[in-house]
Nanobody, 123 residues
Framework: QVQLVESGGGLVQSGGSLRLSCAASGRTNYAMGWFRQAPGKEREFVAA????????YYGDGVKGRFTISGDIAKNMVYLQMDSLKPEDAAVYYC??????????????????WGKGTLVTVSS
């Protein structure tokens, strides 16, 4: 069974950068995404990426600051996070789904979730 494993989380100062990675152990669906969940809040969509054409889509709160990308040869998806703010602190989850709309819909229709990686942003 395919697994998604996130890495790259940690503590960063406000205004700093982090790069999250998601390693897939096998073939995933056509769309990959990142979500985040802060304590006491619902899990929210962050960014999505489509393998076949590199199409990307971002949540409103991260546009212009975060960049999602993928390396199909390595089965890796990345989330470059710049200009981090304290409100970006959360557990970040990698996910895969058949289509981009499956990721951005509410609720999202995700085929597989990773276990998450914690991002802490100090002010």
């Amino acid at each position: 069974q395919v697994q998604l494993v996130e890495s790259g989380g940690g503590l960063v100062q406000s205004g700093g950068s982090l790069r999250l990675s998601c390693a897939a152990s096998g073939r995933t669906n056509y769309a990959m995404g990142w979500f985040r969940q802060a304590p006491g809040k619902e899990r929210e969509f962050v960014a999505a990426f489509k393998w076949n054409d590199g199409y990307t889509y971002y949540g409103d709160g991260v546009k212009g600051r975060f960049t999602i990308s993928g390396d199909i040869a390595k089965n890796m998806v990345y989330l470059q996070m710049d200009s981090l703010k304290p409100e970006d602190a959360a557990v970040y989850y990698c996910a895969t789904a058949p289509l981009i709309p499956s990721l951005i819909g509410k609720p999202p229709r995700v085929t597989l979730w990773g276990k998450g990686t914690l991002v802490t942003v100090s002010s």
